[in-house]
């Protein structure tokens, strides 16, 4: 699966997928990251991409010329890609979507910044918009790199196993039970007998309780009646 990224700030992109899981996917092929800079496709002499908003207003507007450039680029080499921009406005990302857009093979990530981007360029180019929550962020590259994160771990191969992604939050609707690792005991706080057990029908059978204790507390809206 590919991967495109438009930014203004490629470095903060580089630095997260050339590390951990990521980096090893990129490596086996699983998926392709390209990261493209905005500002690379200006055509103002000092390479500006902002400017001030229409109407008047605080902060500063990403102007259409540099954003369209850069995907007019991207579309030449990628043109089944589908371009995502990241907003408050778009829907939330959830689970049950990352598996959806797992199933893409290309898809473009636009990353807005400063107060956001000439409308234009959604009515133009943009396919969907998408949110990671109900907050605003200085900039779409946190959410960009949220989605690449969410949706590559439901890519066959990028984990190390299939159990890890099955075996999570949100998988049967519920939360995750608690983990524990050595040593049995630390500072006074045991792990739970069943784990050492050696029984893995109990440990199952815990587990499942475990999770619906924990969502009926910290998520009940989760909960399917």
Known sequence: MVFNIMTLFPDIINAYVNQSIIKNAIENELIQVNVHNIRDYSANKHKKVDDYPYGGGGGMI?????????????????????LIYFSPKGKVLNNKLSYEYAKYDNITLLCGHYEGIDERIIDMIVDEEI????????????????????????????????????????????????????????????VPDVLLSGNHQNIYKWRKEQSLEITKKRRPDLMKF
């Open 131 to 190: 949110s990671i929550g109900d907050y605003v962020l200085t900039g779409g590259e946190l959410p960009a790199l949220v989605f690449l994160d969410s949706v590559s771990r439901k890519i066959d191969g990028v984990l190390s196993s299939q159990d890890n992604v099955q075996d999570e939050s949100f998988e049967d609707g519920m939360l995750e039970y608690p983990q524990y690792t050595r040593p049995a005991e630390f500072n006074g706080m045991k």
């Open 62 to 82: 990403m102007t259409v010329q540099p954003i369209y450039d850069c995907y007019v680029n991207i579309k030449k080499n990628n043109p089944s890609t589908k």
